[in-house]
């Protein structure tokens, strides 16, 4: 068993260095360009709050540019040897031998209207030795707690490990912030899950108790509260996130506009998407999509 845990540990260890490495040398080319980063989740943790980069895995590096600097971001993987994964989002990859360094560029995050906020303010941090930045740790909860429980529609240890330790490196904590922004986000069921969960996972968790009452769902929200613990105490399903994400939005006009969205999304996202390679294929898709999407939600439901 011993031997086992060893293996697993110098496994990601090595997997984790290589990613670093190859995180670094792009950060550092793209602000040699002018190029602002924020590292998100995992990768902005792993040279702060973890004081070994082995103990924790980690599958990809994700990154938070200006929607400007997208061609640049891109034009600069590309150089350095990254392919673009045909998964519909920027999601690029390289592999030398046994290893993968795989990279996402983000240019929005999905509960914000702006990221200006994000920005302003963001704090410094380390990824493969090259000083860049992350979330501050407010931020960083709220958005490790919104990425678990509404786009995988789980509770993951790995992340619910990332929040302890935000909260025990950088001690004080501004949890009226976390509160208020909860609240202005319209997180509030996703975190109120995360936290509670947290807490029973770690019965010594740092998530203070006044702060999941004051988060506790309002009547109003009790079909989505029920919902989301539905989904929560079944197996991982994949891409139930979308669902989840739809029950979020405000009102029908924002469910009717998350929708068309989904369904109808840019024609560059439907040729990466579905690695197509011209305009007619990706148009075809446009009639396609919606019900190959439907009976996908269709299936889903069923599950929970």
């Given at each position: 068993?011993?031997?086992?845990?060893?293996?697993?540990?110098?496994?990601?260890?090595?997997?984790?260095?290589?990613?670093?490495?190859?995180?670094?040398?792009?950060?550092?080319?793209?602000?040699?360009?002018?190029?602002?980063?924020?590292?998100?989740?995992?990768?902005?943790?792993?040279?702060?709050?973890?004081?070994?980069?082995?103990?924790?895995?980690?599958?990809?590096?994700?990154?938070?540019?200006?929607?400007?600097?997208?061609?640049?971001?891109?034009?600069?993987?590309?150089?350095?040897?990254?392919?673009?994964?045909?998964?519909?989002?920027?999601?690029?990859?390289?592999?030398?031998?046994?290893?993968?360094?795989?990279?996402?560029?983000?240019?929005?995050?999905?509960?914000?209207?702006?990221?200006?906020?994000?920005?302003?303010?963001?704090?410094?941090t380390k990824v493969?030795?090259?000083?860049?930045?992350?979330?501050?740790?407010?931020?960083?909860?709220?958005?490790?707690?919104?990425?678990?429980?509404?786009?995988?529609?789980?509770?993951?240890?790995?992340w619910a490990e990332?929040?302890?330790?935000?909260?025990n490196y950088y001690?004080?904590?501004?949890?009226?912030?976390?509160?208020?922004?909860?609240?202005?986000?319209?997180?509030?069921?996703?975190?109120?899950?995360?936290?509670?969960?947290?807490?029973?996972?770690?019965?010594?968790?740092?998530?203070?108790?006044?702060?999941?009452?004051?988060?506790?769902?309002?009547?109003?929200?009790?079909?989505?509260?029920?919902?989301?613990?539905?989904?929560?105490?079944?197996?991982?399903?994949?891409?139930?996130?979308?669902?989840?994400?739809?029950?979020?939005?405000?009102?029908?006009?924002?469910?009717?506009?998350?929708?068309?969205?989904?369904?109808?999304?840019?024609?560059?996202?439907?040729?990466?998407?579905?690695?197509?390679?011209?305009?007619?294929?990706?148009?075809?898709?446009?009639?396609?999509?919606?019900?190959?999407?439907?009976?996908?939600?269709?299936?889903?439901?069923?599950?929970?």
């Open positions: 068993m011993r031997m086992r845990l060893g293996k697993t540990y110098y496994r990601t260890l090595a997997h984790n260095i290589y990613q670093l490495k190859e995180a670094g040398e792009v950060i550092r080319i793209l602000e040699d360009s002018d190029i602002p980063v924020i590292v998100l989740k995992g990768a902005a943790l792993l040279e702060t709050v973890y004081p070994d980069p082995g103990l924790r895995e980690m599958a990809d590096i994700d990154l938070l540019v200006h929607p400007s600097d997208l061609k640049k971001c891109e034009n600069i993987l590309r150089g350095l040897n990254f392919s673009l994964a045909p998964t519909g989002e920027l999601h690029y990859f390289k592999r030398e031998g046994e290893f993968l360094a795989q990279i996402d560029l983000h240019w929005e995050i999905w509960y914000l209207k702006e990221l200006k906020e994000i920005w302003q303010s963001a704090i410094k493969g030795g090259v000083e860049t930045l992350m979330m501050p740790p407010e931020d960083a909860i709220i958005y490790i707690a919104a990425h678990s429980v509404v786009h995988h529609g789980m509770f993951r240890p790995t990332d929040v302890l330790r935000l909260i001690k004080e904590i501004d949890w009226e912030e976390i509160i208020e922004k909860v609240y202005r986000y319209n997180l509030v069921v996703p975190v109120f899950h995360f936290f509670t969960r947290l807490n029973e996972w770690n019965k010594d968790s740092l998530i203070p108790l006044n702060v999941i009452k004051r988060l506790t769902p309002p009547l109003s929200k009790k079909v989505e509260s029920v919902f989301f613990s539905l989904v929560l105490n079944n197996p991982p399903m994949g891409n139930i996130g979308h669902i989840l994400h739809l029950s979020l939005e405000k009102g029908l006009y924002g469910k009717i506009k998350f929708l068309i969205r989904f369904l109808f999304p840019p024609l560059s996202f439907l040729k990466r998407r579905y690695n197509l390679s011209n305009n007619y294929k990706a148009c075809f898709y446009y009639l396609i999509r919606p019900f190959l999407l439907l009976n996908n939600a269709y299936r889903l439901l069923l599950k929970v």
